[in-house]
């Protein structure tokens, strides 16, 4: 469990509708919220004089496939007038949608976009849930955690089509055959080493006839 608050302004934060937790970890203090009143806690956030947080500076995710809720929809905000931040986390599902934050911070848009690009999260009331980091035709979501390294399909310029098509996924050689060596471990030889390198001297040419030694 996380520690509780060790000060009044902690204290505050605690008492707000929808805050779960918040502590400090790693200098950095942190709040865990439901997403029931997630909108209302932000604009509380924002418009409150005692936090102030004016700006959402980021919007992330996080894959815990091993949780029954597993992702977390991170927010990061900046108090510019108190000079201070905050890292809002919630939890969700790969169904349940997550109140979108536009209303407070219209900028937020951008990257409620990416985060359901990259994870599949979905944002109620985001206006535009098309992709923006990946293509349109991509399939799935590349930053869970059970997202094939190789994708599921991959594209080329067909030259007799005259256009890029999709094909699944071949591999020509075996993928990521790693052999654990470090790579000063793997370079046996360096450049210069073959000046250190004694090489036997070569056979001199024989003697022509009647020659003088």
């Known amino acids: 469990m996380p520690p509780p608050a060790v000060d009044a302004f902690e204290a505050a934060l605690g008492?707000?509708?929808g805050v779960?937790?918040?502590?400090?970890?790693?200098?950095?203090r942190i709040l865990l919220a439901g997403r029931d009143r997630l909108l209302d806690l932000m604009t509380t956030l924002r418009t409150d004089p005692r936090f102030a947080f004016e700006q959402c500076m980021d919007v992330c995710?996080?894959?815990?496939?091993?949780?029954a809720e597993r992702f977390?929809?991170?927010?990061?905000?900046?108090?510019?007038?108190r000079n201070d931040r905050l890292r809002v986390i919630v939890g969700t599902n790969e169904t349940t949608p997550v109140p979108s934050v536009t209303a407070v911070w219209p900028g937020t848009a951008w990257w409620e976009r990416e985060v359901f690009d990259l994870f599949g999260i979905t944002f109620d009331?985001?206006?535009d849930h098309r992709r923006i980091v990946t293509d349109?035709?991509?399939?799935?979501?590349?930053?869970?955690?059970?997202f094939p390294l190789t994708g599921h399909v991959e594209l080329r310029y067909d030259e007799?089509?005259?256009?890029?098509?999709?094909?699944p996924v071949a591999l020509t050689q075996e993928f990521r055959n790693f052999d654990f060596l470090s790579p000063w471990e793997a370079m046996t030889t360096l450049p210069g080493d073959e000046k250190a390198i004694r090489r036997p001297a070569e056979a001199e040419p024989a003697p022509k006839p009647g020659a003088k030694p």
């Open 15 to 17: 008492a707000l509708p």
């Open 20 to 28: 779960a937790a918040v502590f400090m970890e790693r200098d950095e």
């Open 61 to 67: 995710g996080v894959d815990w496939p091993e949780r």
């Open 72 to 81: 977390d929809v991170v927010y990061n905000l900046l108090s510019v007038s």
């Open 125 to 127: 009331g985001l206006a």
């Open 136 to 146: 349109y035709g991509f399939e799935g979501h590349p930053l869970r955690k059970d």
């Open 160 to 167: 007799d089509q005259k256009r890029v098509i999709y094909e």
